[in-house]
Nanobody, 124 residues
Framework: QVQLVESGGGLVQAGGSLRLSCAASGRTFNRYGMGWFRQAPGKERDFVATITWSGAATDYTDSVKGRFTISRDNAKNTLYLQMNNLKPEDTAVYYC?????????????????WGQGTQVTVSS
């Protein structure tokens, strides 16, 4: 059983920064691609960023390119999302997820394990 636990969310003013972490249980973290998704109230869960098993390749949704950075530390079984220049429209619950494969993906259907989410609120 894989468990993913997000942390680092909170309330921040527009223009501020937050760093989300996702701690994964198990010994095979470094075999799988990982991703971050977010869900605002009344909206579907949307793709934010993804990273391959090695961290060599990443991809982002257009609205966060240049502001967010996904990274991973396989020695610590931890996934990160550095979020800079936050905007009110970034307000959502952020989820990390483990890809059912070693590559990255923007489709939530390609992920088999999900964390419980962490709230990010950006005030204007």
């Amino acid at each position: 059983q894989v468990q993913l636990v997000e942390s680092g969310g909170g309330l921040v003013q527009a223009g501020g920064s937050l760093r989300l972490s996702c701690a994964a249980s198990g010994r095979t973290f470094n075999r799988y691609g990982m991703g971050w998704f977010r869900q605002a109230p009344g909206k579907e869960r949307d793709f934010v960023a993804t990273i391959t098993w090695s961290g060599a390749a990443t991809d982002y949704t257009d609205s966060v390119k240049g502001r967010f950075t996904i990274s991973r530390d396989n020695a610590k079984n931890t996934l990160y999302l550095q979020m800079n220049n936050l905007k009110p429209e970034d307000t959502a619950v952020y989820y990390c997820a483990r890809r059912a494969g070693s590559s990255g993906s923007s489709s939530p259907h390609d992920y088999d394990y999900w964390g419980q989410g962490t709230q990010v609120t950006v005030s204007s």
